[in-house]
Nanobody, 122 residues
Framework: QVQLVESGGGLVQPGGSLRLSCAAS????????MAWYRQTPGAERELVAT???????DYLDSVKGRFTISRSDAKKMVYLQMNGLEPEDTAVYYC????????????????WGQGTQVTVSS
């Protein structure tokens, strides 16, 4: 199976920065779209940013200009650079990757990381 492991969360002051990382491991033949989501208690999980396998990106409106998603296919990793953090950014952040897991290119599945807590507070 495929496993995604996240790191980089923590406590930061408003205006500060964090860089989240997510590493994929296991039987991986290809990685398609990768994404970051976030979720707060009592709310549904929301899509923060996506990056496709051509490098195209999309962002939640409230993070545009502050967050940058990137990927390294060689390292099988996706990153989220978060600058100008605001208290409203506090959430558990999850990475997701659409992965081809066999030699057959139609055998693809979405995999999720375990989540990492980001807290923005003074």
């Amino acid at each position: 199976q495929v496993q995604l492991v996240e790191s980089g969360g923590g406590l930061v002051q408003p205006g500060g920065s964090l860089r989240l990382s997510c590493a994929a491991s296991g039987t991986i033949f290809g990685i398609n779209t990768m994404a970051w989501y976030r979720q707060t208690p009592g709310a549904e999980r929301e899509l923060v940013a996506t990056i496709d396998n051509g490098g195209g990106t999309d962002y939640l409106d409230s993070v545009k200009g502050r967050f940058t998603i990137s990927r390294s296919d060689a390292k099988k990793m996706v990153y989220l650079q978060m600058n100008g953090l605001e208290p409203e950014d506090t959430a558990v952040y999850y990475c997701k990757a659409n992965i081809q897991y066999t030699i057959l290119n139609w055998q693809i599945e979405d995999y999720w990381g375990q989540g990492t807590q980001v807290t923005v507070s003074s």
